[in-house]
T-cell receptor, first 115, second 112 residues
Framework: DTGVSQDPRHKITKRGQNVTFRCDPI?????LYWYRQTLGQGPEFLTY????????KSRLLSDRFSAERPKGSFSTLEIQRTEQGDSAMYLC?????????????FGPGTRLTVL | SQQGEEDPQALSIQEGENATMNCSYK?????LQWYRQNSGRGLVHLIL???NEREKHSGRLRVTLDTSKKSSSLLITASRAADTASYFC????????????WGAGTKLIIKP
């Protein structure tokens, strides 16, 4: 158990619909990350939160994507007007508070399929 | 964009044999990490080696780092069926204290 849960685990949606994913760290961690992973590839960084502040967004994150971490605990990732190219596994990860080495602990992911 | 590149892309060995995977990267790093991913447990952190370390052990895992060649290797000794998974290396850019950059992974299959 990595201490990170994600919901839902699977999401099937039609092109053009909006979807929202949630990440819940079990305990408080000040660093939270979102990644996207497609089949046969490693994770690609999307965005990073230090507490509730979103400090960096990848160029991969188009304006259809938005992420929030309102109280510095759970986080949500929303994709508006989904496209088939958004089909992927969306992973949330946390770093232990105080870690200087950035070891990350991942949730099980949300697999998105856009039809 | 992916920074790390794992080699080989796929590896199939008999149970009990040793498995070696390699990773190359492009920029200066603070540390390099290896992760394992299988369908049952998702992405799991295995081991971290700092840029000033050359070798590190953890159980059946041995990691080496050669910063002059910008490469690392992961050795799994006495492989078991449960080691079947994809293995990824991840580096953090020396200019960034939060972002990990990942390779495409090595898919390891352990045959019983």
């Amino acid at each position: 158990d990595t201490g990170v849960s994600q919901d839902p685990r699977h999401k099937i949606t039609k092109r053009g619909q909006n979807v929202t994913f949630r990440c819940d760290p079990i305990s408080e961690h000040n660093r939270l990350y979102w990644y996207r992973q497609t089949l046969g590839q490693g994770p690609e960084f999307l965005t990073y939160f230090q507490n509730e502040a979103q400090l960096e967004k990848s160029r991969l994150l188009s304006d259809r994507f938005s992420a929030e971490r309102p109280k510095g605990s759970f986080s949500t990732l929303e994709i508006q007007r989904t496209e088939q190219g958004d089909s992927a596994m969306y992973l949330c990860a946390i770093s232990a508070t105080g870690s200087s080495y950035n070891e990350q602990f991942f949730g099980p992911g949300t697999r998105l399929t856009v039809l | 964009s992916q920074q790390g590149e794992e080699d080989p892309q796929a590896l199939s060995i008999q149970e009990g044999e040793n498995a070696t995977m390699n990773c190359s990267y492009k920029t200066s790093i603070n540390n390099l990490q290896w992760y394992r991913q299988n369908s049952g447990r998702g992405l799991v952190h295995l081991i971290l080696i700092r840029s000033n370390e050359r070798e590190k052990h953890s159980g059946r895992l041995r990691v080496t780092l050669d910063t002059s060649k910008k490469s690392s290797s992961l050795l799994i000794t006495a492989s078991r069926a449960a080691d079947t998974a994809s293995y990824f290396c991840a580096t953090d850019d020396r200019d960034s204290n939060y972002q990990l950059i990942w390779g495409a992974g090595t898919k390891l299959i352990i045959k019983p």
